[in-house]
T-cell receptor, first 109, second 115 residues
Framework: SQQGEEDPQALSIQEGENATMNCSYK?????LQWYRQNSGRGLVHLIL?????REKHSGRLRVTLDTSKKSSSLLITASRAADTASYFC?????????FGDGTTLTVKP | ETGVTQSPTHLIKTRGQQVTLRCSSQ?????VSWYQQALGQGPQFIFQ???????GRGNFPPRFSGLQFPNYSSELNVNALELDDSALYLC??????????????FGPGTRLLVL
């Protein structure tokens, strides 16, 4: 079974709006990473957040981690059409990375 | 561009054949992980190599095997191909440390079709 599960499965918003995606996981982790994938291509790393961190920012991206609830969220502010992609969270534990099935984000111009 | 390359980009095989996929890791990285991604799903962890030793394995049968070379490049071998092996195969390189794995950088993938 998947360790990380993203919610929602699909999200459609207008350009300029904010997009929030959530990730839940089941076991203890060393870190959690968020990735973006454009239509069947390789994954692009967005942010790594360690288990002792609660929040991280990178440009228009904000990631939070709540280890007590075993959950993380990715917020994309002021979305653009180019943000249209699938977004995955991945947890890293003991040399193994586990991905969810992703959130497909569509940003309409 | 991540500096991680994979070859070939596309491959068509028939059921029962064997395939070898290759990955060149980013300079300075000592860890390579392989993933299988079926259409519409997230990547599934196959295994990881750290300094030429297998360092973790997902729920894949033994016909999936791998190697990591002294220059930290890697191969994924799949024997006795099945139709369900059709997928995008991704490799990712990273710098492994005593704290665990740092950021993974993915290659563009090899798309395998088994007929």
């Amino acid at each position: 079974s998947q360790q990380g599960e993203e919610d929602p499965q699909a999200l459609s918003i207008q350009e300029g709006e904010n997009a929030t995606m959530n990730c839940s996981y089941k076991t203890s982790i060393n870190n959690l990473q968020w990735y973006r994938q454009n239509s069947g291509r390789g994954l692009v790393h967005l942010i790594l957040i360690r288990s002792n961190e609660r929040e991280k920012h990178s440009g228009r991206l904000r990631v939070t981690l709540d280890t007590s609830k075993k959950s993380s969220s990715l917020l994309i502010t002021a979305s653009r059409a180019a943000d249209t992609a699938s977004y995955f969270c991945a947890t890293d534990e003991a040399g193994k990375s586990t991905f969810g099935d992703g959130t497909t984000l569509t940003v309409k111009p | 561009e991540t500096g991680v390359t994979q070859s070939p980009t596309h491959l068509i095989k028939t059921r029962g054949q064997q395939v070898t996929l290759r990955c060149s890791s980013q300079s300075g990285h000592n860890t390579v992980s392989w993933y299988q991604q079926a259409l519409g799903q997230g990547p599934q962890f196959i295994f990881q190599y750290y300094r030429e030793e297998e360092n973790g394995r997902g729920n894949f049968p033994p016909r999936f095997s791998g190697l990591q070379f002294p220059n930290y490049s890697s191969e994924l071998n799949v024997n006795a191909l099945e139709l369900d092996d059709s997928a995008l195969y991704l490799c990712a390189s990273s710098l492994g440390t005593v704290r665990g794995q740092e950021t993974q950088y993915f290659g563009p993938g090899t798309r395998l079709l088994v007929l």
